[in-house]
T-cell receptor, first 111, second 113 residues
Framework: DAKTTQPPSMDCAEGRAANLPCNHS???????VYWYRQIHSQGPQYIIH???NNETNEMASLIITEDRKSSTLILPHATLRDTAVYYC????????????FGQGTTLQVKP | SAVISQKPSRDICQRGTSLTIQCQVD?????MFWYRQQPGQSLTLIAT?????????ESGFVIDKFPISRPNLTFSTLTVSNMSPEDSSIYLC??????????FGSGTRLTVV
């Protein structure tokens, strides 16, 4: 599975959009981009995933560049409860594609 | 999404002993996964558990230290054997829901003294 690179930490003001970047320059054609987050002392929570088209759900939007070498997770109106570690993971489409976590980005939402 | 019950939620154990962690899922799933999260670190995959076959271990993890059982499609156990303080971590099980990604249990916080 392709490796990902994320900034170790970011701050965001409450109510503003949080834009979390991820580089995955070695991604291959059948690999998806997944985003998870882990709020302190809890298990990771699935947020969103995509292949090449932009995706949106009730939690977030995922913007994938045309060359698929990078993506951005957008939390449109960050709240204090969005403070967490956010993981960008690239995973193959087969059932044996494992979920391998990098170090993630610690997002601190400030009042 | 699936609901995962993981027990115990936390434990304090003496070095040299073993602890078995249970993971129960409310639906049948093909693959279950066990992760370790050491203090201040990210998650590391220990092994993949398929029903009816031996678990597949990641590099650095061995069956003698982390034996896994998968007796049916809704249940798995992970044993941490002959524990040392270095095994103090959060252990998490997860299942693959296909298009909905993985769901994780709430974890077992293990402290070895």
């Amino acid at each position: 599975d392709a490796k990902t690179t994320q900034p170790p930490s970011m701050d965001c003001a409450e109510g503003r959009a949080a834009n979390l970047p991820c580089n995955h320059s070695t991604i291959s054609g059948n690999e998806y981009v997944y985003w998870y987050r882990q709020i302190h002392s809890q298990g990771p929570q699935y947020i969103i995933h995509g292949l090449k088209n932009n995706e949106t759900n009730e939690m977030a939007s995922l913007i994938i560049t045309e060359d698929r070498k990078s993506s951005t997770l957008i939390l449109p109106h960050a709240t204090l409860r969005d403070t967490a570690v956010y993981y960008c993971i690239v995973r193959g489409s087969s059932n044996t594609g494992k979920l391998i976590f990098g170090q993630g980005t610690t997002l601190q939402v400030k009042p | 999404s699936a609901v995962i019950s993981q027990k115990p939620s936390r434990d304090i154990c003496q070095r040299g002993t073993s602890l078995t962690i249970q993971c129960q899922v409310d639906s049948q799933v093909t693959m279950m996964f066990w992760y370790r999260q050491q203090p201040g670190q990210s998650l590391t995959l220990i092994a993949t558990a398929n029903q009816g076959s031996e678990a597949t271990y990641e590099s650095g993890f061995v069956i003698d230290k982390f034996p896994i059982s998968r007796p049916n499609l809704t249940f798995s156990t992970l044993t941490v054997s002959n524990m040392s303080p270095e095994d103090s971590s959060i252990y998490l099980c997860s299942v693959d829901l296909g298009n909905y990604g993985y769901t994780f249990g709430s974890g077992t916080r293990l402290t070895v003294v």
